[in-house]
């Protein structure tokens, strides 16, 4: 098969806070898909990092005491610090403190500036500090004046900045839209840039003067550079797109343009609608998905630190602690609010699911499976064939059922659709579970006449878990590779096609029992 290129980024954390259940989900999502692509054996390129500029940054700074440079440096130590502790596999952390983002921005800003895109001019309005985003007087009088994130007043303002023409791109942005229908997903956000599209697009700005702490403006230092601007340039900066004779350029550019830009549903109109318009001006490829999930509430409320439901990394470990980090992973993906509608968290709802999904499902089917080969067989797997023949059971071909499985999981792992992806898999444990108690191994253990039945049952059923591990590998990656070790079974190598091949399993080889997922109370 050959390569191709996968490049997944998350929205790059502002330090003005310690990272939350939003932050882990979304970059947890991202691993989830560069794993799967590893294993399908793409070219896979996966980015996060931290947003450190900004007025906030600074005002946080100064009631600490503190320089931004300090402040931003603890806050994207704590961030760098979850890639390891969720198992995360990015392969380059960004901070927009870099001096090679630095650099490039403000070559890309020049570009911008060169073109005459980028202009001096007044801006009076509303200004939401939360955000850092700029408001007309109709969208501030449409949101009652407050900030639809965190409810709080917007600002009155007036500033000379330098404007980017958003507005000459506005048809350049429908047909966009138009003629590129999975540009944002899902449905329902696409649908709501839509409807705000049809409105004027209005110019933004690309700097502004009542801080200090940003990129100057490289024909103006009086100037900063917006935040949102200097941010978003990350995806492009990463990849040395703004320095073409660096060696960063020269083993990166390869990767652009982005696969999925992963992201919260609060910040899409910057992704899917300025972001284009900026990468049109630079005449840069455009990401092939801005894919914006929703949010998190706890408990039937919306996160608050004052209600007490608020799912910081504290609790997050204790979950982790109790049920198993591949526990978290699988719940916070498969319950997560990937599609157009929020997820709420609840305790009870979280034991439910690992009871019914890892403790019954995958941990009690690899247990019965391993217990039997060791109970009958010593722990030595049988061959599945006698007389040179494959036996076979009525009602299950287990080739052909693992095959679609595997065709399913790929196109739906290609597609973000990760909870569908992992929903394939867990389909194939349950009709292993389904196909023992039809073939009830059980019972033609106690005749000797059906040894060589009783031992094709157990080959293929464990056969098909370990296809199974394979395809919840992204998801669940330390039990699945527990799980294989203790069947013998061979690595995932850079061969997908051969690795996931019906025949894996060596007969003559050892297994021994797995309890994966214990019961907890």
């Known amino acids: 098969m050959l390569k191709e290129q996968r490049y997944v980024t998350t929205p790059i954390y502002y330090v003005n806070d310690r990272p939350h259940i939003g932050h882990v989900y979304t970059t947890t999502l991202c691993d989830v898909y560069a794993r799967s692509m590893r294993h399908l054996n793409h070219d896979v390129f996966f980015l996060t990092g931290t947003d450190e500029h900004g ?27 979850i890639m390891g502790k969720f198992e995360l596999t990015n392969d380059e952390f960004i901070r927009t403190t870099d001096s090679e983002h630095t650099k ?84 329902s956000r696409r649908n709501e840039m839509l409807g705000r599209l049809k409105e004027d697009l209005l110019d933004v700005p690309i700097s502004r003067t009542n801080f200090s702490w940003g990129i100057p403006l490289p024909t103006d230092e009086e100037h900063v550079i917006y935040v949102w601007i200097d941010a978003l340039f990350n995806y492009i900066t990463a990849l040395g797109l703004g320095d073409t004779s660096s060696d960063i350029f020269a083993k990166r550019k390869k990767y652009w343009p982005a696969s999925y830009h992963i992201i919260g549903k609060e910040i899409l109109w910057f992704h899917s609608v300025i972001w284009p318009a900026v990468l049109m001006s630079l005449d840069l490829p455009l990401p092939k998905c801005v894919f914006a999930h929703s949010f998190w509430i706890s408990e039937g409320k919306k996160m608050s630190k004052s209600m007490g439901n608020f799912i910081d990394l504290e609790l997050i470990d204790s979950y982790v602690d109790k049920y198993s980090m591949d526990a978290w992973r699988y719940y916070i993906v498969t319950q997560g609010p990937l599609g157009s509608s929020d997820a709420d968290f609840v305790a009870e709802n979280f034991q439910d699911l690992y009871n019914a999904h890892l403790v019954n499902t995958v941990g009690n089917c690899t247990s019965r499976v391993t217990a039997m080969l060791g ?30 499985a595997i065709g399913a999981w790929s196109l739906h792992m290609e597609a973000f659709a990760l909870d569908k992806a992992i929903e394939s898999a867990m389909c194939l444990i349950r009709e292993v579970d389904l196909f023992i108690n039809e073939t009830a191994p059980f019972k033609l253990a106690k005749d000797e006449t059906k040894t060589a039945e009783l031992g094709a049952i157990l080959y293929q059923c464990l056969e098909v878990l370990r296809i199974a591990s394979i395809l919840l590998d992204p998801v669940i990656p330390s039990k699945m590779n527990e799980f294989r070790t203790a069947i013998s079974a061979q690595t995932i190598n850079d061969t997908f096609s051969e690795t996931i091949a019906w025949g894996g399993i060596k007969n003559g080889s050892t297994v021994e029992k797995v309890a994966l997922f214990p019961r907890v109370s």
């Open 55 to 81: 007025v906030k940054v600074e005002q946080s700074a100064i009631k600490k005491g503190v320089s931004p440079q300090e402040l931003a440096d603890i806050h994207s130590a704590e961030f760098r610090s």
């Open 104 to 187: 490039q921005v403000q070559a890309f800003v020049k570009t911008l500036l060169d073109s005459g895109d980028v202009y001096l001019g007044t801006f009076e309005g509303w200004y939401d500090e939360g955000q850092e985003e700029y408001h007309t007087e109709t969208s501030a009088r449409e949101l009652d004046y407050t900030s639809p994130i965190n409810g709080k007043p917007l600002i009155r303002s007036s500033e000379k900045n330098y404007y980017f023409k958003l507005s000459a791109y506005q048809d350049k942005i429908a047909e966009l839209f138009e003629n590129n229908p999975t540009f944002v997903r899902p449905e």
């Open 375 to 404: 109970k009958y067989f010593d722990g030595v797997v049988q061959t599945e064939s006698q007389n040179g023949k494959r036996i076979t059971f009525d009602g299950f071909d287990w080739p052909t059922t693992c095959e679609s």
